[in-house]
């Protein structure tokens, strides 16, 4: 732990993780309601398209996203800016690299909501933004948080995206899991250990959390309706 | 309360609806039944009135779905006070535990939905509903959720405090029991409303085949008419000559339906209609006696109390002679 590089990174990797978090979270919660709830022609295609990360190489991915955002880019063309190899660059590869992750819980959560309970709300006078928050998000809350931990816990872990897309430059886009590979490479036993059960512990606690709501959630859900 | 909609989707329906006091929108699943429910809530896209063109939220009803709907993170009185959003917080309480005491049921304000019978869920929900002072109330299929040993004490019980409030109620259901017990009953099928009147017109003097076979027409068999006087036909049937009371689109000649219910096969003794038949199938349904009377290749279902059986001395195999109650034979068209 006496690697100052090693603070620094992982303060940019919780960084990274809590941003990509929050913007899953806007993106994530209306997506999964639409493909819960809502039927609407290419809605496999689009299912297909954002669960795609679960099954690509992240180096594959990283590799079209680093073509995208890098120098040369249509981004760069169109708008002027270069993300690859920056902060905002590895955002954007984490987004889409844990968006399944997250997105399959809000889906679940919303699944197994019953869409009667929100039909007869509406005929008891709510409007949607009451109907948000007195009954959706109190009812599915645990779902929608196991899937942001997750998707938290997972982006924590990245690999080849954020290798692609950032090129892990120590300090500025080096996540743990690079920092621990350079570590080996150099040789470094200790420091790569070291990083390795900081992230142990965080991952562990992560999954255990995720678990323990999956506990409350089913907890709650049966009989409620019937 | 005039009920008139039409809807394409999910089902194709066009119907004008007569609404009073506790009325039963009888039919099998399938007919429209809930979606005609839920086009009147607003909760499908329709055109009609009343409160045509209005959101669901803007609508005064009270709508009750199958399994109640009730908010499972809420607490009984706290679902009866949602829909009391705009009124401040103590009033709220209140308010919401005066319509649980409506129900009766107002010591199970603290419970959550899954802490409740069905039966008590039911009456929270409808605490919920009338919370809404609704102009009507839409109850989908109320006792299809409940076990049918208990269903007359459960639902009995409801159905009095529902009539007392006097609110119009409309219910999508396809229990007898429950049509029978109606104000009014509208019969839905596949080619539309097929017929409105009281529980009693319906369930003896059904329009069609169709509706009879809904209401639990057990016998229905096809004959000629031989003579009618306009008060009374007689109909040739593979019974023999029967005496039905006349309807007035019979002719001499045409071809009819006959029915009669289960529960009306064994009456008075009488000197007209008497067929003789032997006696199959018994079987106890609860304190009643279930069975047949095989006339010739026509069978006769019937239906008798346990005590009645016993006074007759039936068993199978035996052979009797019965005697069908004119009044309660009724005619129907044959090309339904």
Known sequence: MTDPVFWQTLQLTLEVSLVTTLILLLLGLPLGWVLAHKRFWGKRMLESIVLLPLTLPPTVLGFYLLLLLGQNGPVAQTFGFTWAFRFEGLVVGSVLFSLPFALNGYREAFRSLELDLIQTARTLGAGWRRIWLEVILPITWPGILSGTILAFAHTLGEFGVVLMVGGSIPGKTQMVSIYIYDQVQALQFGRAGEAAAVLLVISFALVYLVRTLEDVWRSRMPSSTR | ?336
Request: charged fraction near 20%.
């Open chain 2, 1 to 336: 309360m005039e009920i008139a909609y039409a809807l394409e989707h999910p089902i194709k329906l066009h119907l004008k609806l007569h609404v009073q006091g506790f009325t039963v929108l009888l039919g099998e699943s399938g007919v429209g039944k809930t979606s005609l429910l839920k086009a009147v809530a607003g909760l499908i896209s329709a055109t009609g009135q009343p409160f045509g063109g209005l959101r669901p939220e803007r609508r005064p009803v009270g709508y009750l779905p199958q399994h109640f709907a009730l908010f499972p993170h809420l607490r009984a009185w706290q679902n009866v006070a949602f829909p009391l959003a705009h009124l401040p917080a103590a009033q709220r309480k209140s308010k919401a535990l005066g319509y649980l005491a409506q129900m009766g049921i107002a010591e199970l304000a603290e419970r959550f939905p899954r802490q409740l019978s069905g039966g008590q869920q039911q009456r929270v929900a409808l605490a919920r509903a009338l919370a809404r002072e609704p102009q009507i109330l839409l109850l989908d299929e109320p006792t299809s959720a409940l076990d049918v040993a208990t269903r007359e004490e459960v639902f009995g019980g409801v159905l009095g405090r529902l009539k007392s409030l006097q609110i119009p109620t409309l219910v999508a259901s396809h229990d007898q029991w429950l049509a029978q017990r109606a104000d009014w009953v509208a019969v839905l099928t596949k080619a539309g409303l097929v017929q409105q009147g009281t529980s009693e017109e319906v369930f003896t003097r059904p329009a069609t085949l169709e509706v009879a076979r809904l209401v639990g027409f057990r016998n229905l068999w096809e004959g000629t008419v031989l003579a009618s006087d306009g008060v009374w036909a007689q109909i040739q049937t593979h019974l023999g000559v029967l005496k039905a009371p006349c309807q007035n689109w019979i002719s001499v000649g045409q071809s009819v339906m006959l029915g009669i219910r289960s529960e009306e096969v064994f009456t008075l003794d009488s000197a007209e209609n008497r067929i003789h038949g032997q006696v199959q199938h018994l079987r106890s349904q609860g304190l009643r006696v279930r069975g047949q009377l095989v006339v010739g290749d026509v069978t006769l279902d019937f239906l008798l109390p346990r005590y009645k059986q016993a006074q007759l001395k039936l068993t199978e195999g035996k052979s009797l002679e019965v005697a069908l109650e004119p009044r309660y034979l009724h005619l129907m068209a044959a090309n339904n």
